[in-house]
Every structure is written in C-alpha cells, then in structure tokens.
C-alpha cells in the first residue's frame, strides 16, 4: 500500500515560489510513476506532471506549467518535490501527488491512471 503525505503549501504573493513536497512509504520507490495533478473549486483537474522514479524522466501534460514547474526528486529521502516559480493567481488550486507502481517506467500524466494520491495541499496564490 502506497502511502502518500504533501506538505509545503501555502499562501504567496504573485511571481513567489513554493516547493511542494511528497514523502512516500509503503512500497519500492524506484519502481513508481509519480506525479502532481492540482483542481481549483469548480474546476476539472489539470496540470499533470509526471515522472519515473527509477529513471526521472518527466512528462509534463500542461505546456503552461513548463518553465515556472519543475519535478524533481531524493530517492535517498523517498521524496517527491514540485517546485513552483513565478506563481500566478490562476494557480491557486489543491495540489495532489500522485503514484503508480509501474513494470514499463512510462508514466503518462493522465490522473486515471493513478491509484495513490495524497490529501492533498492548498496553493493559494494572491495578486
């Protein structure tokens, strides 16, 4: 059983930073598809950025998120990071991490296709 556990949000001015962080237990962590996916209230999900634990390459579903998001991670620490620069309002959402155990190492940023999400941790960006 994956177990997931966010932290790292907050509330920032627009054009701040945030680093979001993803600890994960329960399972072999190089052997996982991982990600952060966000929802704003009233909204669908979006923002699928993905990568592979055992070989960290990243897939990012939303042109927008590139160049201000980045995934990374310390396999020594079993931690997943997103870190967020030149925040605008319009990413203010609940931030999720996401995991998948995987055989392939492919991991496409498609929520569907996760079974382990986190609680979840509120980015609230102001103008």
């Known amino acids: 059983q994956v177990q997931l556990v966010e932290s790292g949000g907050g509330s920032v001015q627009a054009g701040g930073s945030l680093r979001l962080s993803c600890a994960v237990s329960?399972?072999?962590?190089?052997?996982?598809?991982m990600g952060w996916f966000r929802q704003a209230p009233g909204y669908e999900r979006e923002g699928g950025v993905t990568?592979?634990?055992?070989?960290?390459?990243?897939?990012y579903l939303d042109d927008s998120l590139k160049g201000r998001f980045t995934i990374s991670q310390d396999a020594s620490k079993n931690t997943l990071y997103l870190q967020m620069n030149s925040l605008k309002p319009e990413d203010t959402a609940m931030y999720y991490c996401?995991?998948?155990?995987?055989?392939?190492?492919?991991?496409?940023?498609?929520?569907?296709?996760?079974?382990?999400w986190g609680q979840g941790t509120q980015v609230t960006v102001s103008s």
């Open positions: 996401v995991a998948q155990p995987t055989v392939s190492g492919v991991c496409y940023p498609r929520g569907n296709l996760f079974t382990y």
């Open positions: 329960g399972y072999t962590y190089n052997r996982l598809c």
């Open positions: 990568i592979y634990t055992g070989g960290g390459n990243t897939v």
